[in-house]
């Protein structure tokens, strides 16, 4: 079974801290993303990326950066957290051409 | 541009059918169906393609009009494990490009 994991399924910080989502996936995926979700906005891509080193901007990419050194591995790093990221941040891999997406559990991220 | 889904919520009895419908401003040439219970991550269920192939669960039914740019999600004879929130993805030419999902239609369906 294919698996994606993040690192943290609930996380408390501080405004101004920066904050680092870690997404591992199992199954040699070549593409990787970041979703965050919101009530009533339903699923909005940060960031994607394609292959190693590699990373494309979304629909929402301000405030976030990413990073993927590895290609199991998908970072997402808020670089100094604000309140209005306060969200659920869903990670997510796929082989690539016609398939399916196979999502991560969610980290849900407040930030006070 | 996200896609509309529609309606936003529904409530259904054990047993009812329900059609939920997706529909971009944009010509397609994929649509993607995902379900996602309270708490989970969202789970695959139907991906409908450009010319008329579909990969997906045989249990779930869909339909894709290429020309009006929509596509619709059966759910016949609902069971309580239908519950949950549903969500279009589309994409607009095929190789990489992601998905652009929808707001989600919330269904719940009671004994």
């Known amino acids: 079974d294919v698996k994606v994991t993040q690192s943290s399924r609930y996380l408390v910080k501080r405004t101004g801290e920066k904050v680092f989502l870690e997404c591992v996936q199992d199954m040699d995926h070549e593409n990787m993303f970041w979703y965050r979700q919101d009530p009533g906005l339903g699923l909005r891509l940060i960031y994607f990326s394609y292959d190693v080193k590699m990373k494309e901007k979304g629909d929402i990419p301000e405030g976030y950066s990413v990073s993927r050194e590895k290609k199991e591995r998908f970072s997402l790093i808020l670089e100094s957290a604000s309140t209005n990221q306060t969200s659920m941040y869903l990670c997510a891999s796929n082989p690539g051409g016609d398939n399916e997406q196979f999502f991560g559990p969610g980290t849900r991220l407040t930030v006070l | ?111």
């Open chain 2, 1 to 111: 541009q996200q896609p509309v889904q529609s309606p936003q919520a529904v409530i259904l009895r054990e047993g009812e059918d329900a059609v939920i419908n997706c529909s971009s401003s944009k010509a397609l040439y994929s649509v993607h169906w995902y379900r996602q219970k309270h708490g989970e991550a969202p789970v695959f269920l139907m991906i409908l393609l450009k010319g008329g192939e579909q990969k997906g669960h045989d249990k779930i039914s869909a339909s894709f009009n290429e020309k009006k740019q929509q596509s619709s999600l059966y759910l016949t004879a609902s069971q309580l494990s239908y519950s949950g929130t549903y969500f279009c993805g589309t994409e607009s030419r095929s190789g990489n490009t992601p998905l652009v999902f929808g707001k989600g239609t919330r269904l719940s369906v009671i004994a």
